[in-house]
């Protein structure tokens, strides 16, 4: 009797927080930094022993982890099942459609955690070009709605494309002389979003090599 209680107490309780689930373009440490038809990007930073309010992730996501740290999650909601998989565990993708997930994160490490949540707010029904195949593009993954690779640009290389799709670039580390379409990338997760059948030109005058996500969006 008393376990069947508990079981109804901890339900009770979790029904109560997934209805007090904010969702996560709201929650305080996800602030939306940049938003469009295309999609909406939130740069989450978690300093040490902070944890974040209750909150629903339920559209199409990629997730890049630029500091990561040791965290924590209470999960209520999740489906569980991975959509797509990529090669690079730093930059990955999430569909959330079977369900939400609805959750909360806390940081246990001594430094800070910072990822970008970049909400793909497109339907995939563009047509695409095929996949770039220049040796400094690694395509990670191909989802519905976004393909997405790591640019790696040697020391003093410049690199210079055009796509028919809108693109979104993150910038992976900080750096010093690093430029894309003449906006300087400084820290990471700078980012620059470039329209489609704009030219991309990546500059890194470092002394070594640096890396970016690139966005294709469908």
Known sequence: MRRILFLFLIAGALQINAQEAVAVSKEPMHKNVFENEYLRVLDVRISPGDTTLFHKHETPSVFISLHPARTGSQVIIEDGSATVLSLDRRITFEGFYKSPRIHRVWNADTSGFHVMDVEILTKGDRKTEAPITLPEFKQLFDAQPVRVYRVTVKSN?????????????????????????????????????????????????????????????K
């Open 157 to 217: 290389q410049d690199i210079e494309i055009k796509r028919n799709a809108p693109v979104l670039v993150v910038g992976l580390d900080d750096a010093g002389k690093v430029m894309v379409n003449d906006k300087s990338f400084l820290r990471e997760g700078d980012f620059l979003f470039i329209p489609s059948s704009k030219k991309i030109k990546l500059v890194n005058k470092d002394q070594k090599e640096y890396s970016f996500a690139l966005l294709e969006l």
